[in-house]
Nanobody, 115 residues
Framework: QVQLVESGGGLVQPGGSLRLSCAASGILFSFYPMGWYRQAPGKQRELVASITSDGSIYYADSVKDRFTISRDNAKNTVYLQMNNLNPEDTAVYFC?????????WGQGTQVTVSS
């Protein structure tokens, strides 16, 4: 059974940083691409960043040069380092993977950027 568990969200002031973690179980983690999505109130869920099994990385334009995605295959964990946060980054952040064309999601972690 595939499980994804996010952690690391919270309240941060504008310009601050947070590091999200997503621990995966039930899969051969190193074989699969991983992604971070976010969903703000009243908006559609959007892809923020992704990393393939061979380390190829994608970032949404809105987070380039501020966010960094990485993975530790030994720990079955994917990270999202978020720097220079602004209020527009406020959202629930979800971890995602696809196994045999079926998407799996974590429960989400809330990130709130406010002074």
């Amino acid at each position: 059974q595939v499980q994804l568990v996010e952690s690391g969200g919270g309240l941060v002031q504008p310009g601050g940083s947070l590091r999200l973690s997503c621990a995966a179980s039930g899969i051969l983690f190193s074989f699969y691409p991983m992604g971070w999505y976010r969903q703000a109130p009243g908006k559609q869920r959007e892809l923020v960043a992704s990393i393939t099994s061979d380390g190829s990385i994608y970032y949404a334009d809105s987070v380039k040069d501020r966010f960094t995605i990485s993975r530790d295959n030994a720990k079955n964990t994917v990270y999202l380092q978020m720097n220079n946060l602004n209020p527009e980054d406020t959202a629930v952040y979800f971890c995602n993977t696809n196994v045999r064309h079926k998407p799996y999601w974590g429960q989400g972690t809330q990130v709130t950027v406010s002074s």
